[in-house]
């Protein structure tokens, strides 16, 4: 069974002069231990099909299963805290926490102990490629490839297995978005993790398992990717009713 399983979802909203349908009925399994990329033009629905996989929201339609339980019938504060993490462009830490604190703040929120929170924190911080002097940075005496590792530690530090991100190397140079990306390729492979990001990058997504295409709301292309293939190309699939 998948992490996350999304049938039929769709989701629309108003504004004073319509009513806007920005995902259509879109179904898709997501499982652990893979790397996957949400692509598609500006106003294709990538951020708004996260935010439902994130439970900011519920779907119009449709129904979203985390690990087979209904989304709409958990707690989903609780299921932000324990059990997903969004990681956004913006990195969005916080500036008066050090590296340290921003990434014990999740493991405090769920009540562990703060010397195992520490300990906990110290190890994730090196795991995604930072050294002890960071532990005591605060986010502005950091470059932004810095506060992004600290933001995806601070993700795994939720507890849970799934991470979702929007445009995560948006702000970062060429080599940072590389690093980045191998982070998130070893969370999935390594970790087993589920790895979801939304992204406007080419090179971004041929580092995922799995590419997804969005059209108007649509999922319209998905593509597995063999390890021996070449990142090239979309496989089709039937376009939803």
Known sequence: MGALRAEHVCYSYKTKYQTIEAVKDISFEFVNGKFY?????????????????????????????????DMAQLDRDKYRRERASVVYQAFHLFPLLTTLENVMFPME?????????????????????????????????????????????RAMASGGSIILAD??????????????????????????????????????ARGADVVLKLRDGRLVASKERESSEKRAGYGEVDEPC
């Open 167 to 204: 445009e995560p190397t948006g702000n970062l140079d060429t080599e940072n978005e590389r690093n980045i990306v191998e982070i998130l390729q070893s969370l999935a492979h390594d970790g087993g993790y589920t790895v979801i990001v939304i992204t406007h990058n080419p090179e971004v």
């Open 37 to 69: 990329a949400v692509t598609g033009e500006s106003g294709s629905g990538k951020s708004t099909f996260l935010s439902l996989l994130a439970g900011l929201d519920l779907p119009s339609e449709g129904k979203i299963y985390v690990d087979g339980e």
């Open 109 to 153: 929120l769920r009540g562990v102990k703060k010397e195992e929170a520490k300990k906990t924190a110290q190890m994730l911080i090196e795991k995604v490629g930072l050294d002890k002097k960071s532990y005591r940075q605060f986010p502005q005496m950091m470059s932004g490839g810095e506060q992004q590792r600290v933001a995806i530690a």
